[in-house]
């Protein structure tokens, strides 16, 4: 059935394969050969690989669950100098037969720009939420709280003002913090580059489907 399925799909595509100029394809071929002939060429001092470990080092020590501005706004610098240093790699395998040296830096040089863009986010996100969080902004959430409880302030408050006796003591408390938490953060992060560094904004995310909740790992 899936095959039937995808031939049906091709069949009624409006462009094929062969109404795409070559142009197209001859271009794209020539940029990566051209980009592979540049790596090639770098004569530096620094080993690819070990630039590789140092970055993956300082991501790995900042940049995981558990995070602190201060330590990102290093990391943000530390990645920078990794940035320069790549200016100056060697390409340490030059021959054309099966050869990963200058794949694998042109993947150093994407990791790095993907580091500084997960590093950046994360710096500008001032939250506490799920996996990823900053201790700095923990929403102290009350030890017998039940998520549930969460989806009953909210039908409550539809209706009106929300009684303080009709939730445990803090606990409404903390959904107001939690409900503020999501007006600033519920967001997914955009990152876009201009002037060569990532330039980050944000987009609401559609939860009309299903209602976001507070966490329990208990």
């Known amino acids: 059935m899936m095959c039937r399925g995808i031939f049906t799909y091709i069949d009624n595509l409006d462009k094929s394969v062969e109404d795409i ?13 051209n ?27 900042s940049v ?8 990102l706004e290093k990391t943000v610098q530390k990645i920078d100098d990794i940035k320069t240093r790549f200016n100056d790699v060697n390409c340490v395998d030059t021959t054309d037969w099966a050869n990963p040296t200058p794949s694998f830096i042109n993947q150093l040089y994407c990791m790095i720009e993907l580091s500084r863009v997960i590093t950046k986010g994360a710096l500008m996100r001032d ?4 996996a990823h969080y900053k201790p700095e902004f923990d929403l102290q959430q009350p030890s017998n709280f039940d998520p549930h409880e969460y989806i009953d302030y909210l039908e409550k408050k539809n209706y ?3 009684s303080e006796k009709a ?47 507070p966490r329990k790992y208990d």
């Open 21 to 33: 100029p070559s142009t197209i394809f001859g271009d794209s071929r020539n940029h990566w050969e």
């Open 35 to 61: 980009r592979l002939k540049k790596i090639k060429e770098m004569k530096g001092k620094e080993n690819p690989y070990q630039l590789h470990k140092d970055l993956g080092d300082i991501m790995m020590g």
């Open 160 to 162: 009106g003002e929300v």
């Open 64 to 71: 995981l669950i558990v995070r602190d501005n201060k330590k």
């Open 127 to 130: 939250e506490f939420r799920g």
């Open 167 to 213: 939730f445990p003591e803090g606990h409404l408390d903390y959904m107001e913090r939690f409900e503020e938490n999501n007006k600033n953060w519920l967001k997914s992060t955009i990152a876009e580059y201009k002037d060569g560094k990532p330039e980050i904004s944000y987009e609401p995310v559609d939860i009309s489907i299903v209602t976001p909740r």
